[in-house]
């Protein structure tokens, strides 16, 4: 099934920009850039979209408005809005069980303990493919996992992240599906 929909997770507002728990936010933008889409709030899907063709297919990239534990809501909207199906769909988000710059995709399985795709796979299900970028762990084990995910990213971690292709990535899921994406992208 054809990827229609990617959604970067992460918070609304400025207090947010450049944590670490945006990241999927700002590897979406990341492709709006590339692709040259222009993000609009759109009151029907709860969400900040923007249309653009990767490799001559119409994917929309939705940024959901509101805090990343309601994540859910927006998506939920969002594919219902647009009549897509979870399967049709990608998220990406921050993981702190990858090293920073480190992707991994899949589909289906659990939340892995992050509260976003928790709120997403209760709303839609678990049927829609992950993209996974390393933030990598928290520094010491007694820290506050809310203090680390929201922490700034630091510019050596930025660097790895930036080396990222997240336009290869998203042509991979659009163009081959996840199954041949997984095989080129997961090696890394």
Not at 17 to 40: D, P, Q, S, V
Request: glycine letters at 12%.
């Amino acid at each position: 099934m054809s990827i229609k929909v990617i959604f970067g997770l992460g918070n609304t507002g400025a207090m947010y920009a450049g944590t670490r728990h945006n990241t999927g936010a700002m590897f979406l933008m990341r492709l709006a850039n590339a692709y040259g889409g222009h993000f609009a709030k759109n009151k029907y899907c709860a969400a900040f979209v923007a249309k653009v063709k990767i490799c001559s297919a119409d994917v929309v990239l939705a940024f959901c408005d509101g805090y990343m534990n309601n994540s859910g809501d927006g998506v939920a909207k969002t594919l219902s809005f647009l009549k897509v199906k979870p399967a049709e769909a990608a998220v990406i988000y921050d993981d702190i069980t990858l090293d920073a710059g480190r992707v991994k995709l899949s589909q289906g399985g659990s939340s892995g303990g992050h509260n976003g795709v928790a709120s997403v796979m209760d709303r839609i299900g678990n049927d829609f493919v992950r993209v996974r970028v390393g933030i990598g762990a928290k520094p010491f084990k007694e820290m506050p996992l809310a203090d680390y995910v929201l922490g700034k990213i630091p510019d050596d971690d930025w660097l790895l992240m930036k080396g990222v292709d997240i336009c290869a990535i998203a042509e991979a899921i659009v163009r081959d599906g996840i199954a041949k994406a997984q095989n080129v992208f997961n090696r890394c």
